[in-house]
C-alpha cells in the first residue's frame, strides 16, 4: 500500500496540522480529550505530548446476539462525535451496521484489516456468543465463535462493549435459551475491556479507544475487567441525591412530595448502591440529563446478570430510616451504609437470580 | 383500558418562587476555587477543575456559574469550533467554556490562572508564523 493512502502512517498531530490545524485547536482537542477519558485537566500536557506521536489503530467492530443499541448509543456521541472518532482517533475497518461495503467486500475488508494490522488491530465486540447450537446466530455463514476465534487471534486488545459482549446480557438471561456466553470467558489469552452498560455511555467507549490511541496501553481495570476511571465509583456514591439517602429522606410512590423534592429513590428500586458506572457525572444525551435526574431509579444495567435480579421496582433492602438518620450526624457513616446496602443488596440479587421471580402488571400497579 | 385523555391531568403550580433545590454541589466547588485563587497568588500555581467531572444535580452547574458571573475580560477563540474564555466576576478566575464545530459543548472547565493557558500564543504557531510571514516578504526566496 502507498504511504500516502495509508492512514495509519501518519501521527494524529501531522494529520492535524496538514488539515490547517494551530497548536491552539490542537491543545483545545487534548482538553476535550482529557475530559472524555476522565483525566484530571494536569494531564493534559502529557496527553497532547503522546497524541502528538500517536497513530490511529485499525479497528474491526463485531456485532453478535445483541439489539444495535451499543452503536446507536456510540453514533450518539457529541464529544466526540461519531466522525471525529472515525476521523481522528481510530480507522474502523470493519462494522455491519456503518460500513458502506457488504457480503464478501466487507468479509473481505475484515480480512484485510486483519493482515495489515497484524498484532496490533483492537477488536471491539456488542453481543453475546451462543455456545447452545453455531446456527443461532451467523455473519456470511460464519458462527459467531468462529468469528470471533480468528478475529481476536491477531488482535492486540478486545473491547467488550455493552452487558452482553461483557456478561452475557440478556440473551444470558434465564433461561439462556442460546447458551449465551460473554467474550471474556471465550478469549483468554488476550487482554479484554469490559465496557458495560445497556447500552454504554457513549464517552466511555469512545474514553477507552482514546486511551488506546492516546497511550497505545488499555486502562487501569477493575475486578469485572471495567475501566477504572469510569467503573471505579458506585452511582449511589456520586449522586447528586445522596444527601437524602443520607438524611433517610425517600420517595416512596413516583408521584409523593419526596419524589417532587427529589429525595432517594432507593426505596423505590433504585440499584444505585451496587451500580458501578459513570452516569452521575458523565449523564446522557450531551449532558443533559440521567435516570435518576429523570426520577427513575437506576436499573444497575452495567452490573453482571441485572436481567435476573428480581423486580426493577423492589427495594433490594430496605434501610431502617430511625439508623440513617441517627448515622447521618457520623461523618462517614453514609458510605459504610451505602457499602452494607451494597452488600445486602448483592446477596438478595443471588437469592432472587436463582429464584428467577415472575413479575406481572398487576404487581407492579400494586407496588406503585 | 382508559383512553389517555380521559386521565385527569392537573397541573400543579409551583408551591413558591424558591427552588425546592438547594443547589448544595455548587458551593464545595466555589470553596475549591477560593483555595486555587489564594495558591496562585502565594505561588503562582495555577489550577484548572474540570466542570464535566462533577456530580451535578438540576441547577447545580447554573448555579455555579451564576455565582462566578462575568468579569471585565471575555474572549472568543475560533479554532475546532468556538471557544467562549472569560473572565468571572473574580479576577484570576476564568471560563473555558470549548465547542466543537456543530455547537456541542465538548469541555467545560474553571481555570485559575492570570491568563489562560490556551489563550498565550503556543510556540509551534509562532514558529509557523514566522515561516508565513517570511514566505510573504520574500515570495522568490522559497521558490
Given at each position: 500500500m502507498a504511504e500516502e493512502l495509508n492512514p495509519m502512517a501518519k501521527t494524529l498531530g501531522e494529520s492535524l496540522r496538514q488539515s490547517g490545524v494551530s497548536r491552539r485547536g490542537f491543545l483545545k482537542f487534548c482538553s476535550a480529550t482529557a475530559s472524555m477519558m476522565a483525566l484530571p485537566p494536569t494531564m493534559v500536557s502529557a496527553v497532547a505530548d503522546s497524541l502528538e506521536k500517536a497513530k490511529r489503530p485499525s479497528v474491526i467492530w463485531l456485532s453478535f446476539q445483541e439489539c444495535t443499541g451499543c452503536t446507536e448509543s456510540l453514533t450518539r456521541s457529541h464529544s466526540p462525535t461519531v466522525e471525529n472518532l472515525i476521523f481522528d482517533y481510530v480507522s474502523l475497518d470493519y462494522h455491519h451496521t456503518l460500513q458502506v461495503a457488504s457480503g464478501n467486500a466487507a468479509e473481505a475488508a475484515r480480512e484485510a484489516a486483519m493482515h495489515d494490522n497484524e498484532g496490533n488491530y483492537l477488536v471491539v465486540v456488542d453481543g453475546s456468543i451462543p455456545l447452545g447450537n453455531p446456527g443461532f446466530s451467523t455473519i456470511a455463514g460464519i458462527s459467531n465463535l468462529q468469528m470471533l476465534e480468528?478475529?481476536?487471534?491477531?488482535?492486540?486488545?478486545?473491547?467488550?462493549?455493552?452487558?452482553?459482549?461483557?456478561?452475557?446480557?440478556?440473551?444470558?438471561?434465564?433461561?439462556?435459551?442460546?447458551?449465551?456466553v460473554s467474550v471474556s470467558e471465550i478469549v483468554k489469552d488476550k487482554p479484554v475491556v469490559n465496557v458495560s452498560g445497556c447500552p454504554p455511555i457513549p464517552t466511555v467507549i469512545t474514553g477507552v479507544l482514546a486511551h488506546f490511541l492516546t497511550f497505545g496501553s488499555l486502562p487501569e481495570l477493575d475486578s469485572l475487567g471495567r475501566p477504572m476511571v469510569f467503573f471505579?465509583?458506585?452511582i449511589h456514591d456520586r449522586c447528586y441525591r445522596r444527601p437524602f439517602y443520607d438524611k433517610g429522606l425517600f420517595a416512596e410512590t413516583f408521584d409523593d412530595e419526596g419524589a417532587r423534592k427529589g429525595w432517594c429513590l432507593f426505596r423505590l428500586g433504585c440499584k444505585g448502591p451496587m451500580t458501578y458506572n459513570a452516569c452521575a457525572t458523565t449523564k446522557w444525551n450531551q449532558g443533559a440529563s440521567w435516570p435518576v435526574e429523570a426520577g427513575h431509579g437506576c436499573l444497575g444495567c452495567s452490573e453482571p446478570d441485572f436481567w435476573d435480579t428480581g423486580g426493577f421496582y423492589n427495594a433490594l433492602s430496605i434501610p431502617d430510616s430511625d439508623v440513617i438518620r441517627n448515622a447521618a450526624y457520623v461523618a462517614g457513616a453514609g458510605v459504610a451504609l451505602g457499602a452494607a446496602a451494597g452488600a445486602l443488596n448483592r446477596r438478595k440479587q443471588s437469592k432472587a437470580a436463582s429464584e428467577h421471580e415472575t413479575v406481572t402488571i398487576d404487581d407492579l400497579d400494586k407496588r406503585s | 383500558m382508559q383512553k389517555l385523555q380521559d386521565i385527569a391531568v392537573r397541573v400543579e403550580a409551583k408551591e413558591s418562587s424558591e427552588s425546592t433545590v438547594d443547589h448544595a454541589n455548587a458551593k464545595?466547588?466555589?470553596?475549591?476555587?477560593?483555595?486555587?485563587?489564594?495558591?496562585?497568588?502565594?505561588?503562582g500555581e495555577v489550577t484548572?477543575?474540570?466542570?464535566?467531572?462533577?456530580?451535578?444535580?438540576?441547577?447545580?452547574?447554573?448555579?455555579?456559574?451564576?455565582?462566578?458571573?462575568?468579569?471585565?475580560?471575555?474572549?472568543?477563540?475560533?479554532?475546532?469550533?468556538?471557544?467562549?474564555?472569560?473572565?468571572?466576576?473574580y479576577p484570576g478566575v476564568w471560563l473555558v467554556d470549548h465547542y466543537n464545530a456543530t455547537g456541542d459543548r465538548i469541555a467545560l472547565s474553571i481555570e485559575i490562572n492570570r491568563v489562560p493557558e490556551i489563550v498565550r500564543s503556543q510556540t509551534e504557531d509562532i514558529s509557523h508564523a514566522i515561516t508565513r510571514l517570511e514566505q510573504q516578504l520574500n515570495p522568490d526566496s522559497t521558490a
Open positions: 480468528e478475529t481476536v487471534a491477531g488482535a492486540a486488545a478486545v473491547v467488550a462493549v455493552g452487558s452482553c459482549a461483557a456478561f452475557g446480557g440478556l440473551p444470558h438471561a434465564k433461561p439462556n435459551p442460546t447458551g449465551a471505579g465509583k458506585s | 464545595p466547588v466555589m470553596h475549591e476555587v477560593l483555595h486555587a485563587l489564594k495558591r496562585l497568588k502565594e505561588r484548572t477543575i474540570d466542570l464535566k467531572s462533577m456530580p451535578f444535580g438540576p441547577g447545580d452547574e447554573e448555579a455555579l456559574l451564576s455565582y462566578l458571573g462575568c468579569g471585565e475580560v471575555t474572549i472568543e477563540l475560533q479554532s475546532l469550533g468556538k471557544s467562549r474564555i472569560c473572565e468571572t466576576f
